[in-house]
């Protein structure tokens, strides 16, 4: 098992990860990504705060801190469907706001959860992730560091 800054071949294993059933489902935008889209994405996206996790030479997870302004980042974070439920959730978000500090000591962290989606209440109620909010059917959670 390897964390690692995402890399332009991960592509391919990063969009399998997005269209997976239930990544789609607790999505804003819900339908399936087409290749060209994903292409598109993925070459325009800042990479500096995008890490995923590799097991046996294939990438099965990924969290990415995207900068809303000043010290506001919003996290996002999938694992691959065979993968889920073994930990490497706790891993990587734990090692990307590790990554994160380093480089922006200050920051708070924003997740936007679908009040039905429990498993990342459970992960972001773990890492003391605070509920300040409510919108569009999501919880808004918070997360600074004491
Ligand atoms: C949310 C997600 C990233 C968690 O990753 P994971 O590797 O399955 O999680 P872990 O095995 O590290 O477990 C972390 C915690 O999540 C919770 N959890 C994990 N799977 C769960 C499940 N099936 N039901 C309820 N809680 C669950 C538990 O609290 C768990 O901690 P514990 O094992 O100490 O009790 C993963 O389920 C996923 O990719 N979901 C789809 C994408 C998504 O919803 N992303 C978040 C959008 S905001």
Redesign the pocket.
């Known amino acids: 098992m390897k964390f690692r800054r995402v890399k332009p071949n991960d592509i391919w294993d990063i969009l399998e990860i997005s269209n997976?059933f239930?990544?789609r489902k607790?999505?804003i935008n819900r339908r399936n990504i087409t290749r060209e889209e994903h292409k598109k994405w993925f070459g325009n996206i800042d990479k500096t705060l995008f890490f995923v996790i590799e097991v046996e030479n294939k990438v099965v997870?990924q969290v990415r801190f995207s900068r809303k302004g000043g010290n506001i980042f919003e996290v996002?974070?999938?694992?691959h469907p065979k993968?889920?439920?073994?930990?490497?959730?706790?891993?990587i978000l734990l090692k990307g706001l590790k990554q994160l500090f380093l480089r922006y000591p200050k920051a708070r962290i924003l997740?936007?959860?679908?009040i039905n989606?429990?498993?990342?209440i459970?992960?972001f109620k773990?890492f003391n992730f605070r509920s300040i909010g409510f919108d569009k059917g999501m919880y808004i959670f918070l997360y600074r560091r004491n």
Do not use: E, M, P
Not at 76 to 79: A, E, G, L
Not at 117 to 120: E, F, K, L, P
């Open positions: 997976d239930i990544v607790f999505s997870g996002s974070i999938s694992i993968y889920r439920s073994k930990g490497l959730g706790k891993l997740a936007r959860v679908f989606n429990q498993a990342s459970n992960l773990k």
